[in-house]
């Protein structure tokens, strides 16, 4: 069981995904060490909140595709449902009886799902940003 580490290839060139996709990096490391104390507990409560994260940030990517104008927006969408539809079955699984014995099968298939958003589906628009010269700007927070 291999632990994922953020790459500087992970960057996509807007600050508001990178640091999204750092902060899921950050709770699939954390998984990884919850699997490796045996704590079934806080791993499922780290699943569903890695979930969750998933879902925002998909939400939020999907946002700023719409703003610069990625002409694939729609496509991305569909790959998106599709990913968490995957992590979300995957999680179902990892909760089931004997899901303590495939947790690191599980854990191998969620950092895939992950890798599979930032490396394979986000290369996608990377590209875009670059070469139609949106940079992408981080959105002005409250306060
Ligand atoms: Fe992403
Ligand atoms: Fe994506």
Redesign the pocket.
């Known amino acids: 069981m291999n632990k994922l580490k953020w790459s500087p290839h992970f960057e996509t060139g807007s600050e508001e995904i990178d640091d999204d996709h750092r902060r899921l990096v950050g709770l699939v490391q954390d998984i990884h060490e919850a699997i490796e104390k045996n704590d079934l507990m806080l791993c499922v409560g780290l699943a569903n909140k890695f979930l969750g994260e998933l879902s925002d940030h998909?939400d939020r990517?999907e946002a700023l595709l719409e703003r610069v104008g990625y002409p694939n927006t729609e496509g991305?969408k569909k790959?998106?449902a599709s990913l968490l539809a995957e992590a979300r079955e995957l999680k179902r699984l990892c909760s089931e009886k004997d899901g303590v014995e495939k947790l690191g099968e599980c854990y191998a298939a969620m950092v895939a799902v992950l890798v599979d958003?930032i490396i394979r589906?986000?290369s996608m628009f990377k590209s875009y940003l670059e070469h139609s010269g949106h940079r992408a700007p981080r959105k002005p927070k409250d306060g």
Do not use: K, S
């Open positions: 998909f990517e991305h790959y998106h958003d589906g986000d």
